[in-house]
């Protein structure tokens, strides 16, 4: 297997992008990356979706778009693994180029989420749970994360007001981010007063409906220096695994089993240990699924994650950094293109080129990105390639 | 949509609670399933669920998917049954203050939804106090 580093990435800003159509905004982000990377040619390209054909009827994605990048006729294919769809698109791309199949290749995510109103975008997003015996019972997605948090709170004790230090947290990470949908800070007060959604969790507990797309660009490590400019980040890790579908069938419903699962193999592809991290960029669609995520990376023992955020371990300046780009509460949920994004922030991180938000000396990144109520979980483990000894 | 072909599929678990026991292992599966996801056996007796049941942990649904907006607030729980199956239902003929992880509960045969798309009327099990 060849090693793999990535040299270009894109995104735009996020929002509620009425003016642009779904095509538009893939290949915006879509360019951006081919041009970060400063390559001429793509040998290949997958696109993470979650549900073009519910959002805005339209399915295809691979041919689609791969025409208008004008890159056709390489292959295109779309991933779909519900809200982990960015992230497992990227893990194609890496098993792609490892496998020596393809050179350059692109990996992108993408969803149009408002032209559709409230109630169906509620449906789309839905279809990540069972919908035999999940959905048809009336159960929503802030309800199982609702659901989940209460088994959190009653057994390990975590306060409603440590929910709300994560959106607080990632809030304030998100004013340094430029392409960020909710650049506002709010405080833990307000997101405890803010409405009620599913007990106990509230408006400013969700992360937010979205359109957007990222991109990034992978190549074999090798030849890296010679195909772009930019310093090359090295894939140091790329791991998946599967949970249960439905909340009820898991026996633990606070122990995302599939995060700790992709975590174990990716720690060990990469060598090291939660203690070499210098910053991780985790699936916060929920307060509580920070919480939930970072104790199944074992950033925090199992029922500590709660403090995690209030006590500064996981800001800026903290001792692992969760979420500089914001997270999903902030930048945003284009559910396909989330992956992608946090892939995006990672490779800025170890490049130091984050501005604002930049974490010093950054050696070693961690994605996470998952779906559902976590029964699909991608992890990916990248490092600064100038820092690594050969 | 769930149109009525779809719906007339779930019926021996939406309304007789039929499941599955694991000839191998034990394992009970609702709904029944081809293949044991804990021994891999592929052999398999039918089975009833019990009605009889504890909270484990629930929701307050205050912002309401399509087709329930007329029920909320209602509540929504995974229930754990006596022989340690757990379904995902509605708990109703409770006060959503004090309801509490632990209490003891009943299965009851309701109306659960009716799919305005395909106008099927929805029927199923739901939660009741013991």
């Known amino acids: 297997m060849r090693e793999v580093a990535v040299i270009g990435v894109g995104m735009n800003k996020w929002g509620e992008l009425w003016e642009k159509s779904h095509r538009r905004i893939w290949t915006e982000a879509a360019l951006a990356a081919v041009d970060d990377a400063g390559v001429d040619r793509v040998d290949a390209m997958y696109v993470g979706c979650m549900s073009g054909g519910l959002f805005v009827g339209q399915e295809h994605l691979g041919a689609l778009l791969a025409d208008e990048l004008g890159m056709g006729p390489i292959p295109g294919t779309r991933v779909e693994s519900a809200c982990a769809s960015g992230g497992l698109a990227f893990r194609q791309a890496v098993l792609a180029v490892a496998a ?15 032209d559709v109103d409230g109630g169906a975008a509620t449906y789309a997003l839905s279809t990540a749970a069972d919908q035999e015996y999940e959905c048809y019972q009336g ?33 304030a990470h998100g004013l340094l981010n430029e392409l960020a949908q909710f650049r506002m800070k709010v405080t833990a007060e307000q997101v405890m007063g803010s409405a009620a959604v599913a007990d106990p969790l509230r408006l400013l507990d969700c992360s937010p409906i979205t359109d957007g797309a990222a991109a990034v660009v992978l190549c074999p490590l090798e030849m890296a220096r010679k195909l772009s400019k930019q310093p090359p ?14 909340l009820h069938e898991r026996d633990d419903m606070a122990d995302l089993a599939s995060t700790r699962h992709a975590a174990a193999l990716a720690y060990k592809q990469a060598g090291i240990t939660p203690k070499d991290l210098s910053f991780c960029e985790v699936h916060d669609c929920f307060t509580i699924a920070e919480i939930l995520v970072i104790e199944a990376l074992g950033l925090t023992a199992r029922g500590k994650g709660g403090a995690a955020a209030g006590s500064g371990l996981t800001a800026q300046g903290g001792k692992i950094p969760v979420n500089p780009s914001g997270g999903l509460k902030s930048k945003g949920h ?11 922030e990672a490779v800025l991180q170890l490049r130091g080129e984050a501005g604002k938000r930049q974490v010093p000396k950054a050696r070693w990144g961690l994605t996470q990105n998952m779906g559902g109520t976590g029964a699909s979980t991608v992890v990916h483990i990248f490092e600064r390639a100038e820092g690594r000894k050969r | 949509m769930i ?12 309304y007789r609670y039929e499941a599955a026991r694991c000839s191998g292992c034990g394992k009970v599966f609702f709904p029944p399933r081809l293949v044991c996801n804990a021994c891999r ?3 398999f007796k039918p089975v009833i669920l019990p009605q009889a049941g504890t909270l484990e942990t629930f929701t307050i649904i205050r912002v309401a998917p399509s087709g329930f907006e007329d029920q909320a607030p209602y509540a929504v729980g995974v229930v754990r049954l006596a022989d340690s199956v757990k379904v995902t239902a509605q708990i109703v003929d409770c006060d959503l203050e004090t309801l509490a992880t632990g209490q003891k509960l009943r299965l009851e045969f ?5 799919d305005g798309a395909s106008g099927v009327l929805c029927y199923g099990y739901k939660f009741v106090p013991a």
């Open chain 1, 334 to 344: 284009p559910v396909g293109a989330t992956g992608i994004a946090q892939i995006r």
């Open chain 2, 3 to 14: 149109g009525p072909v779809r719906y007339w599929r779930e019926i021996p678990q939406r």
């Open chain 2, 110 to 114: 309701r109306k659960v939804q009716q």
């Open chain 1, 100 to 114: 020596g199949a393809h050179d350059i290749v692109l990996a992108s995510g993408v969803e149009k989420m408002t």
């Open chain 1, 233 to 246: 980040v090295r894939v140091a890790a790329s791991a998946h695994a599967t949970d249960r579908i439905a």
């Open chain 2, 41 to 43: 056996g592929r052999e």
């Open chain 1, 139 to 171: 159960i929503t997605f802030p309800g199982l994360y609702a659901m989940m948090a209460r088994v959190h709170m009653e057994r390990y004790g975590t306060t409603r007001r440590q929910l709300a230090d994560v959106a607080v947290k990632n809030h």
